[in-house]
């Protein structure tokens, strides 16, 4: 077997050339699943973690069947891949120590993004022959990544697991991106039994070397897809006739943006795209709408969402038009546990690796469906924390050109590891 | 007794100099109701020719009762007076011949206009001493004269009687301006028994010594009030508490001002004024908008009218705010009647004031609540038209300066009376 | 050779099955190029009879290259094909009877639309084969009618050519939908020498057997696409720093449909379709809306056109982005010339086929740019008319089941053919 | 003489019966005058205090003119009124103790509110007899308290003056609602030689016997009255030759409130007032925006207010319309000197009346001038603080009941008084 820095980097180059967008993580979820079983954890796989009903934005039937003929075809570990052909990819593994002690959860995500990666001579696995073979489909997030470092972390606690004491629990999660995927996992209670969680990040903003061991300035979101549905007439004809939804759609996308702020927090609405109609001289019978809000706590985040619902609504009723509004997507906001950072943020300082540590440090106005996990584990009596691994990148997240250095992936490992053997 | 032309034009310089505006036309109903007596007519007074619940933006009791006084000291005639303390100042008065033939009306609308008079030194009616007393009211669309030429009329008449047949009603009808008063005589019944209507009116761009016969431009309008109702809030401390009723509004204005053409002919919508808030820093917990609908047919200006009841519900709904809609005024389009316009036209050639007679000429997107009676007249089989009664204006109708050439007084009661001589 | 009615039913359903829109009527050109060489008439081609800087909302090189490649595949005359290899497809041909007379136009129009065509069985053209190859692209306007027309004529004009006086000319015009072609045509000067013009088309409500000498009835129309261009910024982290093209587009879009009615006559304003945006979390850097303006004279389009000028830039000024307004189509109102359309009238009166001949009767709200012809004949004191053949129609026009009898189609040749031999 | 607790509340009583808008403190200041000269302040009033240029939001000439005959026929100091008969009603009185030492400044502001204050019998100004004799005008602030604190200081500033060092400045403010009349002070110079700056205010929601030394939480914010010109038409006969201001005004309205959030911090913006038109069928010639927006830092306010300035640009341009904006408030945002806040907590710790004392507590989103003083002394190197003396509330700020205990009055006195004896 090769040593682990090795196959972590080349875990991270597989996943990074072959990414796989949210609910259609089937390639990556079933190597993931085999190197688990090979490493004797426990595997509860799909519908067994994740709650149908509570899954958001999950593509349609035609896109997750023909994505499951890509993954047989771009080197999908097949004897686990029918396990994920439905596209629900969660993943929870255990490893029981038998011995007493507390239940440990670490959760990484998985999904890619809806971004064609740089093609130029200059980003990295393009010189390296591990850029995206996908157009349009990149690991720009760092994902590619997190899968990796949790691999990693499952060989580390396998490997000494006769030095560690009660549950380890290692969860990869779907469709991050969007923030789709942890209410299911969650509400499949997954996080039931964990007294310790952590979820982690890479890069973000923290430099190389660096490492935060809690972060709490997520916003609160609900990404939304809003549909008008009139009745077309020709729009010199007849256009008493018609029942303009382009009209409703404008109207209710300048009146959301106009929702006034909030006394208790940062907030947002915005909506991203618009389209409707389908000629000139057509009153428009369709328009659609992607949206969101956040907030800088989960009651700010209602409260926009609430107006937004009133104003959809009245701006349908002005028209005379039908319509529909979509959740596809929602996070809360969350405070990590004190404790288990401060915890953490020692350990972490105990690392070569590391030249600065810091406890808190907020991110703003981003979102992370990590904050399911985070509020039930504190629900429940546990603690919970979201720490972030620094690292240089190459371009800021989202963008064509992002990359990591990947001498930042097997401190990770050990850092997180660490904390393992130190819970007792 | 004076001679008619100078009664004609003392009565009209008296209502000049005392103007009333709609449903408070005491003084002028009290002096009109004493001639017609004095002439032998037969009187219907105030609630017996007006159903209460079909007028429209009648002022409330305060300036009612207060006008009341206002009228009994400035020259009403005491005895009638009372008649009309309540603000239904419409008036039918009855001359029947006893001789076989048909029923005839003539219409005649009594007020003035909510428009401070010039004072300028060559403004006719200040020079001669007739200039309104009252700041705010203003004859400025010549119901002065008409009211005069009512008057004229009924003497002609009574005198006459003995060569007439069948019966002779003359209405005079309180709030023509913002088209409020007719709705409610219609539904009295008032016209229920009438062959031949006649209404008219003086000036509007129509030129001295010309009469038009029939004129069918009167588009049907809709007058609205409406309110919003929200909560106030302090706009920096807590603006997620309030529901602001000035952005219910403001979003309906911009709306209603949207709404599409319609193909069956032309159309209006206005929002004349808004009004709302009370301070700077609190969100408007009250909105109001001044508004008007129109339409070539009274169909599409109900299409209007449903439009922006649409509207005003969605936008109230989408700010959360409660709303109300009152229609203070309404009038319909109508047609002329083809044989009584070319009856009446032949009759106006005949008199030798006259120098053109048009049997149809129409005005455009003006509004005229006679429109009720001329519609009901002709559902019951009889015949009505619109007649106009060319003159010289000083200025335009509505205008502060607007002023008539009395010389037209006299012969617009000579030809009403010819066709009344005429009928059989 | 074949007998006229069966030509120009096979001429008909060749032009149905391989549609072309606007600007690419190669095949099609070719073939009406080739027959008209064939009948000896003098051909004038392409930018010979189309000023290229007129020319509206023509298709990019990339489109126009490929099609000619289809055309080519397609059955196209290839030795005529070569002179529209750029997309400049109008055609005039001229026959010069060298006999003193007057010089006649006739103008008939060959592009299809942007429908894809019924797949019903029981939709004739299915049926009886000959149903449109192309998805997307569909003779719904009876365009295909109007090019076999064409050829008709040509053909009996040159058989009886020495029956005729003057000079005959035979306009094939590109891109009448969405009225972008006939202004480049009338400004290359193809009607200056024109003495009298007819301009036809079949259907349109006008009942079969019926025939209509004159319309008047087509609004003046500007078809407008516009842009709107800003920056994109992330919508949670720093979206103060975009500048949002939606927001702009949306608010052009409720101001547009705001513009007040204009009282010379009927207008409309329309937002057939608006796009904006990229992502849910991105302010928007893009936007686009397909718009047109209409008016009941040329004067009422140009304001409604005035007004969306200064809306748009008000709507870029206030969201701090960049705007384009491109024109990709434009057309006049237009009034027959009476003398004409009666001697139209009367002709058509002669003929068997016609139950019913009404010299005057308006379409209404329809946009047409053979107007330009109109205007430009009468303006150089020559006579021009708009004449419509009636037929059964299966569904109404731009309905993907439209279809016409084809009965209608000999008599429409015969009574332009005998209109030719009366001008002397 | 009486004994100072009684003239502090004397003063207020006398204050508050007779309340006197920003800019028109004309009684009120004569008192204050008066009242220094006696103590052997130096004084300078007035213009010589008050720069022309920065004063904002002031009265128009009329009212001021007017409101000098109130104040003279109410109880004005004759001999101090005529100092201030323009409306510029600002006082620095100085205390130069002729000793080294640091220069004080202590500001106080004078003006009340646009409010009718309560009639009702348990309403203690009511039933004491101080309620207010001015409908529409209240000291529903305390400002008539801080008037009263103000001379209170002064008093024992002028006794105990040999036990001082250094220079002592009281700075009398008019026009603090609305924030209008603190820059022109600041821009006069009037703080240029200032090392340590306290403003205070009573309650604000701190209880009573608290005392907060330092609050940052003032929004930064601009007060601005937008108004929009076009031309009149009537709606229905000419409505295209109108330029409709309320249509701008209410399209600006709406777009002002989508203004999206700032990333760096808190923002508002508000549209508190909208007042439009003059007639339902005349297209609007005028409107009027009571608007304001806010920021967390000076730097938000700005962009919110460059953003309205776009809008308002944008929306008057798209309908043909002349717009002025006119700032007739601004404010800072401010953050309070630790080292004076320590100091000042630690001398309230030792006063008996205190049960609470906290250095730092923000308030939110409210604004306030006095952040021109801070921000300016601080930038010349000196320290400054915004300190709150709790009181009870009958009711809260800007409510028709609000009224404070005056117990709190004489410990707020003596307070600022010993901190002046301590500095050296």
Request: proline share 3%.
């Amino acid at each position: 077997m090769e040593i682990l820095p090795n196959r972590l980097i080349s875990w991270r180059r597989d996943f990074h050339r072959y990414p796989e967008q949210g609910f259609l993580e089937m390639r990556t979820a079933s190597i993931v699943a085999a190197e688990l079983d090979r490493l004797g954890f426990e595997l509860a796989l799909g519908q067994d973690v994740m709650k149908k009903e509570a899954c958001m934005g999950k593509p349609d039937d035609a896109l997750t069947e023909s994505h499951y003929d890509w993954a047989k075809e771009n080197g999908a570990n097949e004897a686990y891949l029918a396990y994920f052909k439905n596209g629900y990819t969660g993943i929870v593994a255990t490893l029981d120590t038998k011995r007493p002690g507390p239940t440990l959860a670490f959760r990484f995500d998985m999904d890619a993004l809806p971004i064609t990666e740089s093609d130029a001579l200059n980003h990295a696995p393009k010189q390296l022959g591990f850029r995206s073979i996908v157009e349009g489909s990149m690991h720009a997030c760092g994902h590619d990544a997190h899968t990796a470092i949790g691999l990693g972390l499952a060989n580390m606690l396998a490997k000494e697991k006769d030095q560690l004491n009660g549950v380890m629990k290692i969860i990869f999660q779907p469709a991050e991106e969007g923030t789709r995927g942890a209410k299911a996992m969650v509400e499949a209670g997954v996080v039931d039994d964990v007294d310790y969680f952590i979820a982690s990040h890479i890069g973000t903003g923290v430099p190389h070397r660096h490492f935060v061991a809690a972060t709490n300035g997520f916003m609160a979101t609900t990404k939304l897809n809003i549909t008008f549905s009139g009745i077309a007439s020709h729009a010199g004809g007849s256009p008493e006739e018609g029942k303009n939804a382009l009209l409703a759609a404008a109207n209710a996308t300048l009146n959301m943006h106009a929702i006034c702020r909030h006394s208790a927090g940062d907030s947002r609405v915005h909506v991203g795209e618009l389209h409707a109609g389908s000629g000139r001289n057509v009153v428009a019978s369709h328009a659609e709408l992607i949206a969101e809000t956040r907030g800088e706590t989960s009651e700010v985040n209602q409260y926009m969402k609430e107006q937004v619902e009133n104003i959809v609504a009245g701006a349908a009723s002005m028209y005379g038009v039908d319509y529909h509004i979509k959740v596809v997507g929602e996070a809360l906001n969350s405070i990590c546990s004190d404790d288990l950072a401060e915890t953490l943020a020692n350990i972490a300082k105990e690392h070569p690796f590391m030249e600065k540590v810091v406890v808190h440090d907020d991110l703003s106005a981003g979102s992370e469906d990590a904050t399911y996990f985070i509020n039930e584990v504190q629900r429940q009596g546990g603690q919970a924390t979201y720490c972030i691994f620094g690292t240089e990148l190459a371009a800021g997240h989202h963008h064509e050109c992002f990359d990591i250095d990947e001498a930042s992936l097997l401190p990770a490992v050990e850092i997180l590891h660490a904390f393992a053997k130190k819970c007792k």
